[in-house]
């Protein structure tokens, strides 16, 4: 299996702009999260999907990020409009569903907003 | 990717027991970050370690890294059911001028009542 992939890897883009991120998660995973690295606090969820559902938006920081689930190999993040606090890594991780499951991430997807 | 090693891989522990996880990368570790996956649930932030021989507490976790930056552990005092999970180290280790965040493979955690 390929793994988790996510694209774009980099992405820098203007505040005011529109940013999208994808993820495909591995084949057969039913759960997918997606997380906000910052340097003060690591890794934070913003939100994971079960059998393409939200569970939990709770960390989605304000209205400006959205997230997607069309079916069970895509999601999306969108930031609009961006802003340059925005900047951060994006990594999203898939696993077999709720439970007693090990996570598995994508490579990130490294965000600056000038 | 998952470049830093952990151990165990996983644990069985009788709830009031005492327990230690380690993470050991064989470069310097900048920045490192300690979660915890509870079941169904994404990961939650523990702590972090950035300093060379820091110790950071939370309730009953400890979590210390070792003065030359390639190893922490984490310790549970008095180990409960709540305590059940995954635990996973992240840690950005400077490659080629990136800092880029590796994770550990994570150690499953079950505590027995």
């Known amino acids: 299996d390929a793994g988790v992939i996510q694209s774009p890897r980099h992405e820098v883009t203007e505040m005011g702009q529109e940013v999208t991120l994808r993820c495909k998660p591995i084949?057969?995973?039913?759960?997918l999260f997606w997380y906000r690295q910052t340097m003060m606090r690591g890794l934070e969820l913003l939100i994971y999907?079960?059998?393409?559902?939200?569970?939990?938006d709770s960390g989605m920081p304000e209205d400006r990020f959205s997230a997607k689930m069309p079916n069970a190999s895509f999601s999306t993040l969108k930031i609009q409009p961006s802003e340059p606090r925005d900047s951060a890594v994006y990594f999203c991780?898939?696993?077999?569903?709720?439970?007693?499951?090990?996570?598995?991430f994508g490579p990130g997807t490294r965000l600056t907003v000038t | 990717s998952q470049e830093l090693e952990q151990s165990p891989q996983s644990l069985i522990v009788q709830e009031g027991k005492n327990l230690t996880i380690n993470c050991t990368s064989s470069k310097t570790l900048y920045g490192l970050y300690w979660y915890k996956q509870k079941y169904g649930e994404g990961l939650i932030f523990l702590m972090m370690?950035?300093?060379?021989?820091e110790e950071k507490s939370h309730e009953k976790i400890t979590a210390k890294l070792d003065e030359k930056k390639q190893q922490s552990s984490l310790h549970i005092t008095a180990s409960q059911p709540s305590h059940a999970g995954i635990y996973l180290c992240g840690a950005d280790i400077e490659e080629d001028n990136n800092n880029d965040m590796r994770f550990g493979a994570g150690t499953r955690l079950t505590v027995k009542p």
């Open positions: 084949s057969g995973h039913n759960s």
């Open positions: 370690l950035q300093k060379g021989g």
């Open positions: 999907f079960n059998n393409n559902v939200p569970i939990d």
């Open positions: 991780a898939s696993s077999q569903g709720q439970g007693d499951y090990e996570q598995y």
